[in-house]
DNA sequence: TCACAATACATAGCATCGCTATGCTTTGAT
DNA sequence: ATCAAAGCATAGCGATGCTATGTATTGTGA
């Protein structure tokens, strides 16, 4: 009585094309626009108001795919006898994910408009929780160490240096601070030094830096 | 004979006056745009093109505005007897700099074309250089530390912290991580532990955090 | 002092942007 | 089988940045 009848379902496949292809251009540096990127998909520019409610809601299903890819990175990096090692090993490959698709990294973060689903930072944040209350409980870190602020701080430096190579301001190489800065932070948080740069750098080596693009930029949002 | 006639001069005050303008409406949350920019000043909109060739001539011409308030902002930190405190205090400067006007500091680095004015970025590093070689003449940092790269390193924990803070995943309160990690950083750099988070901790209180302004979101660019 | 040319400035128009209104088509529950 | 609800396609709207064209202004060389 309340619904008399239902209509057409929607199909997931098309959702995922135009996000897929909102990405690949992104990645190609084409300007996405809600013209150029129904263009040559066979659906029109409709869909993308049916599935995502115009082009913020495109944008902000853009960020959660970047969360979503850098969450299965950081998935990917296996956990080993050392919590320090995998510490690195997660910045390690924080960073590259950033510089292997530096303009989904931008949409994540430069967003100008709210983003709602913090969740999916916070799940980032607490993969770098558990490994830090791992090493807590080790030993090699303070036990005054508040695992929340020891994640947050390592995340400043991954996304600092990350932002600032991806926006520009640094070259590539610069990705390789990453290693002493963490190694610093971890000293300071209590480990010895020398068996934290021992372990920072095995971790650290674990993940490429970066592909050495020459990089135009054309069209961000 | 090569040039036979020279034309109407161009009037400074114009571009001050849009550039002025740009950054009011940025900090208002505003949208600026080509034709609400030039509206109520008088000017058309060719003012704009005369003056900055274009919308992307004026983005770059703020974001240089952007680097000029840093500049003077960290030139009021006064430097004391104690470089590492006044390292400090250009870093609480900096993130002070970054809150106070967010939405500059998003155009300064999320800029979607390319940054020619490198000099800026580099000026702003020198201060920090310039300080940092200051410590190591004192004593305070290992002869092997490079000015530079630890100069850099500092840099990219503040802009990692700003960042976050400016485009929303982290609180204002985060930036109270600054003095921390800054503590880190430098004792790793060689610095006695207690003497630097002494250090660190006075020049941090040198500049006020933040403003908790309540913030909404409207049309950045 | 005068006249000219080069430049600033004002207006109008263009292509494109995101979005909405309007039908038509499809679909699934009754 | 029916029919309402939702997907979908098209057309058009206001607004965007930009360019083209014409006018006004002003510094300079004569």
Known sequence: MYCEAMARTRDPA???LLL???AQMLRTRQPVTLRTLVAGTGVSTMAVYTYFGGMDGLWKALRQEGFTRLATRLAAVKRSADPVRDLAALGAAYLANAL???DLYRVMFDAGFDLEDTGAADETLHRLVQVIERAKAEGRFHDEVDPLELATQ???IGHGLASL???GP???QALAHG?????ALFTGAGDEPARCRRSVEHGWGRAAPARPTSHDRKGAP
Chains 1, 2 share one sequence.
């Open 179 to 183: 290693a002493p800065m963490l190694t």
């Open 154 to 156: 390592s995340w400043a």
């Open 20 to 22: 897929e292809r909102a």
């Open 165 to 167: 190579v991806a926006t």
């Open 14 to 16: 098309v959702r995922r």
């Open 100 to 102: 292997e698709n530096p």
């Open 170 to 172: 640094l070259p590539h």
